[in-house]
Protein backbone atom coordinates (compact mmCIF):
# COMPACT_ATOMS: atom_id res chain seq x y z
CA UNK A 1 0.00 0.00 0.00
CA UNK A 2 1.38 3.49 -1.17
CA UNK A 3 2.17 5.34 2.30
CA UNK A 4 -0.11 8.53 0.49
CA UNK A 5 -2.73 6.35 1.03
CA UNK A 6 -2.06 6.30 5.12
CA UNK A 7 -1.78 10.32 4.53
CA UNK A 8 -5.14 10.26 3.30
CA UNK A 9 -7.05 8.20 5.54
CA UNK A 10 -5.71 9.75 8.41
CA UNK A 11 -7.61 13.39 6.83
CA UNK A 12 -10.64 10.87 6.18
CA UNK A 13 -10.29 10.44 10.02
CA UNK A 14 -10.43 13.66 10.86
CA UNK A 15 -13.12 14.68 8.97
CA UNK A 16 -14.98 11.76 10.05
CA UNK A 17 -14.40 12.37 13.52
CA UNK A 18 -15.55 16.23 13.46
CA UNK A 19 -18.72 15.19 11.27
CA UNK A 20 -20.49 12.96 13.61
CA UNK A 21 -19.06 13.76 17.12
CA UNK A 22 -21.17 16.61 17.02
CA UNK A 23 -23.77 14.57 17.98
CA UNK A 24 -22.82 13.24 21.17
CA UNK A 25 -21.82 16.59 22.13
CA UNK A 26 -24.69 18.71 21.28
CA UNK A 27 -26.24 18.86 24.74
CA UNK A 28 -22.90 20.54 26.16
CA UNK A 29 -23.17 22.84 23.52
CA UNK A 30 -26.89 23.85 23.58
CA UNK A 31 -26.39 24.27 27.52
CA UNK A 32 -23.17 26.63 26.78
CA UNK A 33 -25.01 28.39 24.34
CA UNK A 34 -28.44 28.56 26.15
CA UNK A 35 -29.99 27.63 22.93
CA UNK A 36 -32.52 24.38 22.57
CA UNK A 37 -31.24 21.39 21.18
CA UNK A 38 -33.56 21.39 17.79
CA UNK A 39 -31.83 24.80 17.22
CA UNK A 40 -28.20 23.06 18.13
CA UNK A 41 -29.07 20.61 15.60
CA UNK A 42 -28.47 23.54 13.01
CA UNK A 43 -24.40 22.36 13.65
CA UNK A 44 -25.51 19.29 12.28
CA UNK A 45 -28.16 20.36 9.04
CA UNK A 46 -25.92 23.29 8.43
CA UNK A 47 -22.88 20.77 8.26
CA UNK A 48 -24.61 18.50 5.86
CA UNK A 49 -26.11 21.57 3.31
CA UNK A 50 -22.16 22.82 3.78
CA UNK A 51 -20.66 19.17 2.12
CA UNK A 52 -23.44 19.30 -0.35
CA UNK A 53 -22.77 22.95 -1.74
CA UNK A 54 -18.87 23.04 -0.83
CA UNK A 55 -18.20 19.86 -3.04
CA UNK A 56 -18.55 21.38 -6.24
CA UNK A 57 -17.62 24.90 -5.22
CA UNK A 58 -14.37 24.42 -3.71
CA UNK A 59 -13.64 21.91 -6.36
CA UNK A 60 -14.42 24.44 -9.17
CA UNK A 61 -12.10 26.67 -7.53
CA UNK A 62 -9.33 24.37 -7.38
CA UNK A 63 -9.60 23.55 -11.23
CA UNK A 64 -6.05 25.63 -12.01
CA UNK A 65 -4.47 23.69 -9.17
CA UNK A 66 -2.65 20.99 -8.93
CA UNK A 67 -4.15 17.79 -6.72
CA UNK A 68 -1.73 17.57 -3.99
CA UNK A 69 -1.85 21.35 -3.50
CA UNK A 70 -5.74 21.52 -3.27
CA UNK A 71 -5.57 18.50 -1.03
CA UNK A 72 -3.36 20.81 1.47
CA UNK A 73 -5.36 24.05 1.05
CA UNK A 74 -8.65 21.43 2.08
CA UNK A 75 -7.01 20.40 5.27
CA UNK A 76 -6.00 23.98 5.94
CA UNK A 77 -9.31 25.16 5.62
CA UNK A 78 -10.83 21.81 7.80
CA UNK A 79 -7.64 23.13 10.75
CA UNK A 80 -9.28 27.24 10.64
CA UNK A 81 -13.08 25.68 11.43
CA UNK A 82 -12.32 23.40 13.70
CA UNK A 83 -10.20 26.02 15.80
CA UNK A 84 -13.09 28.48 15.02
CA UNK A 85 -15.68 26.13 16.74
CA UNK A 86 -12.61 25.40 19.36
CA UNK A 87 -12.85 29.15 20.35
CA UNK A 88 -15.96 30.46 18.73
CA UNK A 89 -17.62 32.51 21.93
CA UNK A 90 -21.32 33.17 20.29
CA UNK A 91 -23.74 30.22 19.06
CA UNK A 92 -23.52 31.71 15.12
CA UNK A 93 -19.57 32.02 15.10
CA UNK A 94 -19.88 28.17 16.12
CA UNK A 95 -22.19 27.66 13.14
CA UNK A 96 -19.34 29.58 10.99
CA UNK A 97 -16.69 27.33 12.29
CA UNK A 98 -18.89 24.42 11.20
CA UNK A 99 -19.69 25.57 7.78
CA UNK A 100 -15.95 26.24 7.39
CA UNK A 101 -15.55 22.92 8.02
CA UNK A 102 -17.94 21.07 5.62
CA UNK A 103 -16.18 22.63 2.73
CA UNK A 104 -13.31 21.29 2.85
CA UNK A 105 -15.22 17.94 3.07
CA UNK A 106 -16.80 16.68 -0.44
CA UNK A 107 -13.56 18.15 -2.32
CA UNK A 108 -11.55 16.53 0.22
CA UNK A 109 -12.72 12.77 -0.50
CA UNK A 110 -13.70 13.72 -3.94
CA UNK A 111 -10.18 14.63 -5.29
CA UNK A 112 -8.70 12.69 -2.82
CA UNK A 113 -10.26 9.61 -4.54
CA UNK A 114 -8.72 10.36 -8.12
CA UNK A 115 -5.66 10.42 -6.52
CA UNK A 116 -5.98 7.28 -4.53
CA UNK A 117 -7.27 5.95 -7.77
CA UNK A 118 -3.75 7.52 -9.41
CA UNK A 119 -1.62 5.85 -6.88
CA UNK A 120 -2.20 2.42 -7.76
CA UNK A 121 -2.53 0.00 -10.81
CA UNK A 122 -5.97 0.20 -12.87
CA UNK A 123 -7.13 -3.35 -10.95
CA UNK A 124 -6.48 -2.30 -7.51
CA UNK A 125 -8.27 1.43 -7.96
CA UNK A 126 -11.18 0.30 -5.43
CA UNK A 127 -9.07 -1.07 -2.81
CA UNK A 128 -7.18 2.15 -2.85
CA UNK A 129 -10.29 4.06 -2.60
CA UNK A 130 -11.68 1.92 0.03
CA UNK A 131 -8.30 2.26 1.95
CA UNK A 132 -9.25 6.51 2.16
CA UNK A 133 -12.32 5.85 2.89
CA UNK A 134 -10.99 3.26 6.21
CA UNK A 135 -10.10 6.33 8.21
CA UNK A 136 -13.56 7.82 8.05
CA UNK A 137 -15.25 4.03 9.10
CA UNK A 138 -12.51 3.83 11.63
CA UNK A 139 -13.53 7.65 12.84
CA UNK A 140 -17.41 6.23 13.52
CA UNK A 141 -15.31 3.44 15.66
CA UNK A 142 -12.21 5.00 17.58
CA UNK A 143 -12.75 9.00 16.90
CA UNK A 144 -16.49 9.22 17.72
CA UNK A 145 -16.18 7.55 21.13
CA UNK A 146 -12.98 9.30 22.02
CA UNK A 147 -14.25 12.34 21.08
CA UNK A 148 -17.32 12.06 23.22
CA UNK A 149 -15.49 10.80 25.88
CA UNK A 150 -12.95 13.80 25.72
CA UNK A 151 -16.10 16.49 25.27
CA UNK A 152 -17.97 14.92 28.34
CA UNK A 153 -15.06 15.05 30.43
CA UNK A 154 -12.87 18.11 29.42
CA UNK A 155 -15.39 20.12 27.62
CA UNK A 156 -16.64 20.07 24.40
CA UNK A 157 -14.28 22.59 23.12
CA UNK A 158 -11.49 20.66 23.51
CA UNK A 159 -12.36 17.84 21.17
CA UNK A 160 -12.71 20.38 18.32
CA UNK A 161 -9.44 21.71 19.23
CA UNK A 162 -8.23 17.82 19.23
CA UNK A 163 -10.05 17.12 16.20
CA UNK A 164 -7.70 20.32 14.80
CA UNK A 165 -4.60 18.80 15.28
CA UNK A 166 -5.16 16.07 13.27
CA UNK A 167 -5.88 17.87 10.39
CA UNK A 168 -2.57 19.24 11.04
CA UNK A 169 -1.41 15.62 10.92
CA UNK A 170 -2.85 14.83 8.05
CA UNK A 171 -1.90 17.94 6.14
CA UNK A 172 1.86 17.19 7.19
CA UNK A 173 1.18 13.56 5.83
CA UNK A 174 -0.02 14.71 2.37
CA UNK A 175 2.25 17.38 2.22
CA UNK A 176 5.42 14.70 2.95
CA UNK A 177 3.74 11.22 1.48
CA UNK A 178 1.27 12.65 -1.65
CA UNK A 179 3.42 13.01 -4.57
CA UNK A 180 2.78 15.77 -6.65
CA UNK A 181 0.88 14.58 -9.39
CA UNK A 182 0.88 16.64 -12.56
CA UNK A 183 -2.55 18.17 -13.28
CA UNK A 184 -4.30 16.13 -16.06
CA UNK A 185 -4.36 18.28 -19.75
CA UNK A 186 -7.63 20.39 -20.49
CA UNK A 187 -7.66 20.19 -16.62
CA UNK A 188 -11.02 23.18 -17.00
CA UNK A 189 -14.39 23.92 -15.68
CA UNK A 190 -16.09 23.34 -19.26
CA UNK A 191 -14.50 19.78 -19.29
CA UNK A 192 -15.57 18.65 -15.89
CA UNK A 193 -18.76 19.80 -16.59
CA UNK A 194 -19.11 17.63 -19.60
CA UNK A 195 -18.90 14.28 -17.23
CA UNK A 196 -22.64 15.57 -16.22
CA UNK A 197 -23.70 14.76 -19.44
CA UNK A 198 -23.25 10.82 -19.25
CA UNK A 199 -26.78 9.70 -17.82
CA UNK A 200 -24.46 6.78 -16.47
CA UNK A 201 -22.81 9.14 -14.21
CA UNK A 202 -26.37 10.96 -12.97
CA UNK A 203 -27.87 7.39 -12.41
CA UNK A 204 -24.63 6.20 -10.07
CA UNK A 205 -25.16 9.59 -8.03
CA UNK A 206 -29.08 8.85 -7.71
CA UNK A 207 -28.09 5.20 -6.62
CA UNK A 208 -25.92 7.03 -3.92
CA UNK A 209 -28.64 9.89 -2.47
CA UNK A 210 -31.02 6.57 -2.34
CA UNK A 211 -28.56 3.86 -1.58
CA UNK A 212 -26.56 5.39 1.17
CA UNK A 213 -30.02 7.63 2.28
CA UNK A 214 -31.95 3.80 3.39
CA UNK A 215 -28.64 3.75 5.64
CA UNK A 216 -29.57 7.25 7.20
CA UNK A 217 -33.20 6.94 7.54
CA UNK A 218 -32.52 4.22 10.01
CA UNK A 219 -29.40 5.20 11.84
CA UNK A 220 -30.78 8.65 12.35
CA UNK A 221 -33.51 7.73 14.89
CA UNK A 222 -31.29 4.52 16.05
CA UNK A 223 -31.55 6.14 19.73
CA UNK A 224 -35.07 6.55 19.96
CA UNK A 225 -35.56 3.04 18.47
CA UNK A 226 -32.89 1.16 20.81
CA UNK A 227 -34.39 2.92 23.75
CA UNK A 228 -38.04 2.84 23.05
CA UNK A 229 -38.27 -0.15 20.80
CA UNK A 230 -35.76 -2.73 22.09
CA UNK A 231 -35.78 -1.64 25.65
CA UNK A 232 -31.70 -0.61 25.33
CA UNK A 233 -30.86 2.03 28.46
CA UNK A 234 -29.65 5.76 27.18
CA UNK A 235 -25.63 4.49 27.63
CA UNK A 236 -25.95 1.19 25.49
CA UNK A 237 -26.63 3.29 22.62
CA UNK A 238 -22.93 4.64 22.35
CA UNK A 239 -21.54 1.24 21.87
CA UNK A 240 -24.57 0.60 19.45
CA UNK A 241 -22.78 3.53 17.28
CA UNK A 242 -19.68 1.64 17.58
CA UNK A 243 -21.01 -1.33 16.43
CA UNK A 244 -22.44 0.42 13.24
CA UNK A 245 -18.87 1.77 12.81
CA UNK A 246 -17.32 -1.66 12.87
CA UNK A 247 -20.07 -3.00 10.01
CA UNK A 248 -18.88 0.57 8.15
CA UNK A 249 -15.64 -0.75 8.55
CA UNK A 250 -16.02 -4.01 7.30
CA UNK A 251 -17.97 -3.04 4.46
CA UNK A 252 -16.08 -0.79 3.11
CA UNK A 253 -12.86 -3.57 2.68
CA UNK A 254 -15.06 -5.61 1.50
CA UNK A 255 -16.41 -3.57 -1.15
CA UNK A 256 -12.90 -2.30 -1.95
CA UNK A 257 -12.39 -5.54 -2.87
CA UNK A 258 -14.95 -7.01 -4.32
CA UNK A 259 -15.51 -3.94 -6.61
CA UNK A 260 -12.39 -4.17 -8.76
CA UNK A 261 -13.65 -7.90 -9.60
CA UNK A 262 -17.59 -7.66 -10.51
CA UNK A 263 -18.91 -3.90 -9.45
CA UNK A 264 -22.10 -4.34 -10.56
CA UNK A 265 -23.24 -7.73 -9.21
CA UNK A 266 -21.43 -5.79 -6.39
CA UNK A 267 -23.99 -3.48 -6.21
CA UNK A 268 -26.99 -5.68 -6.96
CA UNK A 269 -25.68 -7.58 -3.61
CA UNK A 270 -25.25 -5.28 -1.45
CA UNK A 271 -28.55 -2.74 -2.33
CA UNK A 272 -31.15 -5.69 -2.18
CA UNK A 273 -28.97 -6.97 1.05
CA UNK A 274 -29.72 -3.10 2.61
CA UNK A 275 -33.40 -3.27 1.33
CA UNK A 276 -33.98 -6.65 2.54
CA UNK A 277 -31.84 -6.07 6.16
CA UNK A 278 -34.03 -3.01 6.39
CA UNK A 279 -37.14 -4.31 6.43
CA UNK A 280 -36.81 -7.32 8.81
CA UNK A 281 -35.33 -4.36 11.13
CA UNK A 282 -38.86 -3.29 11.94
CA UNK A 283 -39.02 -6.88 13.53
CA UNK A 284 -35.56 -6.98 14.98
CA UNK A 285 -36.04 -4.19 16.76
CA UNK A 286 -38.23 -5.68 19.33
CA UNK A 287 -35.22 -7.86 20.74
CA UNK A 288 -32.25 -6.33 21.73
CA UNK A 289 -29.49 -9.25 20.58
CA UNK A 290 -31.19 -9.11 17.30
CA UNK A 291 -31.17 -5.40 17.04
CA UNK A 292 -27.41 -5.13 17.73
CA UNK A 293 -26.78 -8.09 14.28
CA UNK A 294 -29.16 -5.70 12.37
CA UNK A 295 -27.62 -2.42 13.19
CA UNK A 296 -23.70 -4.24 12.27
CA UNK A 297 -25.50 -5.35 9.13
CA UNK A 298 -26.94 -2.63 8.12
CA UNK A 299 -23.69 -0.21 8.54
CA UNK A 300 -21.90 -3.18 6.87
CA UNK A 301 -24.24 -3.71 3.63
CA UNK A 302 -24.64 0.05 3.61
CA UNK A 303 -20.80 0.85 3.59
CA UNK A 304 -20.30 -1.74 1.10
CA UNK A 305 -21.74 0.47 -1.35
CA UNK A 306 -19.77 3.31 -1.21
CA UNK A 307 -16.47 2.20 -2.94
CA UNK A 308 -18.07 0.47 -5.84
CA UNK A 309 -20.34 4.05 -6.16
CA UNK A 310 -17.19 6.02 -5.93
CA UNK A 311 -15.35 3.66 -8.71
CA UNK A 312 -18.37 3.62 -10.92
CA UNK A 313 -18.18 7.74 -10.97
CA UNK A 314 -14.59 7.75 -11.78
CA UNK A 315 -15.07 5.32 -14.34
CA UNK A 316 -17.98 6.47 -16.05
CA UNK A 317 -16.36 10.12 -15.47
CA UNK A 318 -13.79 9.23 -17.94
CA UNK A 319 -11.26 11.80 -18.45
CA UNK A 320 -12.64 14.66 -16.02
CA UNK A 321 -13.41 13.27 -12.90
CA UNK A 322 -12.83 15.11 -10.13
CA UNK A 323 -15.60 17.22 -10.15
CA UNK A 324 -17.76 14.34 -10.85
CA UNK A 325 -16.22 12.69 -7.69
CA UNK A 326 -16.43 15.63 -5.38
CA UNK A 327 -20.48 15.97 -6.39
CA UNK A 328 -20.99 12.48 -5.95
CA UNK A 329 -19.55 13.03 -2.04
CA UNK A 330 -22.18 15.81 -1.81
CA UNK A 331 -24.96 13.27 -2.69
CA UNK A 332 -24.10 10.93 0.14
CA UNK A 333 -24.82 13.91 2.42
CA UNK A 334 -27.91 14.68 0.45
CA UNK A 335 -28.60 10.89 0.62
CA UNK A 336 -28.40 11.72 4.52
CA UNK A 337 -30.79 14.87 4.97
CA UNK A 338 -33.45 13.76 2.71
CA UNK A 339 -33.72 10.44 4.36
CA UNK A 340 -33.42 11.49 7.81
CA UNK A 341 -36.73 14.29 6.73
CA UNK A 342 -38.55 11.65 5.56
CA UNK A 343 -37.87 9.31 8.48
CA UNK A 344 -39.02 12.45 10.42
CA UNK A 345 -42.28 12.55 8.40
CA UNK A 346 -43.34 8.74 9.26
CA UNK A 347 -42.75 9.32 13.13
CA UNK A 348 -44.78 12.29 12.97
CA UNK A 349 -47.24 10.61 11.28
CA UNK A 350 -47.81 8.69 14.10
CA UNK A 351 -46.51 5.44 12.79
CA UNK A 352 -43.62 4.84 15.40
CA UNK A 353 -40.16 4.53 15.87
CA UNK A 354 -39.73 1.95 13.21
CA UNK A 355 -41.28 3.45 10.84
CA UNK A 356 -38.16 4.96 9.24
CA UNK A 357 -36.99 1.74 8.83
CA UNK A 358 -39.69 1.21 5.90
CA UNK A 359 -38.38 3.92 4.54
CA UNK A 360 -34.72 2.79 4.15
CA UNK A 361 -35.87 -0.42 2.86
CA UNK A 362 -37.93 1.57 -0.19
CA UNK A 363 -34.91 3.84 -0.84
CA UNK A 364 -32.87 1.08 -1.27
CA UNK A 365 -34.61 -0.91 -3.38
CA UNK A 366 -35.21 1.83 -5.35
CA UNK A 367 -31.31 2.49 -5.73
CA UNK A 368 -31.58 -1.60 -6.72
CA UNK A 369 -33.52 -0.42 -9.60
CA UNK A 370 -31.85 2.11 -10.62
CA UNK A 371 -28.36 -0.18 -10.28
CA UNK A 372 -30.30 -2.70 -12.87
CA UNK A 373 -31.68 0.05 -15.29
CA UNK A 374 -27.62 1.62 -15.36
CA UNK A 375 -26.54 -1.93 -16.02
CA UNK A 376 -29.08 -2.59 -19.00
CA UNK A 377 -28.39 1.12 -20.59
CA UNK A 378 -24.26 -0.26 -20.65
CA UNK A 379 -25.20 -3.10 -22.09
CA UNK A 380 -27.76 -1.60 -24.86
CA UNK A 381 -25.06 1.00 -26.23
CA UNK A 382 -22.81 0.27 -28.76
CA UNK A 383 -19.23 -0.75 -28.16
CA UNK A 384 -16.63 2.05 -29.29
CA UNK A 385 -14.67 1.44 -32.27
CA UNK A 386 -11.37 0.26 -31.30
CA UNK A 387 -8.71 2.51 -31.66
CA UNK A 388 -4.74 2.39 -30.82
CA UNK A 389 -4.20 2.52 -27.07
CA UNK A 390 -3.03 5.84 -26.38
CA UNK A 391 0.46 6.84 -24.87
CA UNK A 392 0.61 6.96 -20.86
CA UNK A 393 3.18 8.36 -18.68
CA UNK A 394 4.62 6.54 -16.14
CA UNK A 395 5.79 8.49 -12.84
CA UNK A 396 8.39 7.02 -10.97
Partial sequence: MPLALLALAIGAFGIGTTEFVIMGLLPGIAGDYGVSIPDAGLLVTGYALGVVLGAPLMTVLGTRLGRKTMLM??????VVGNLLSAVAPTFPLML?????TSLAHGAFFG???VVAAE?????KKAGAIATMFTGLTVANIVGVPLGTFIGQAVGWRTTFAVVAALGVVGLLGI???????????GARLRRELSAFRNPQVLLAMAMTVLGFGGVFAAITYI?????????????AVTWLLVLFGVGMFLGNLLGGKFADRKLMPLLYTTLGGLAAVLAVFTLTAHNKALAAVTVLLVGALGFATVPPLQKRVLDQAHGAPTLASAVNIGAFNLGNALAAWLGGLVISAGLGYTAPNWVGAALAAAALLLALWSAALERRSPAPAATAPARVPVHH
Fill in 73 to 78: LLMGLF
Fill in 96 to 100: AGRLV
Fill in 111 to 113: IGS
Fill in 119 to 123: LVAPE
Fill in 175 to 185: ARLVPDLPRPE
Fill in 223 to 235: APMMTDVAGYSDG
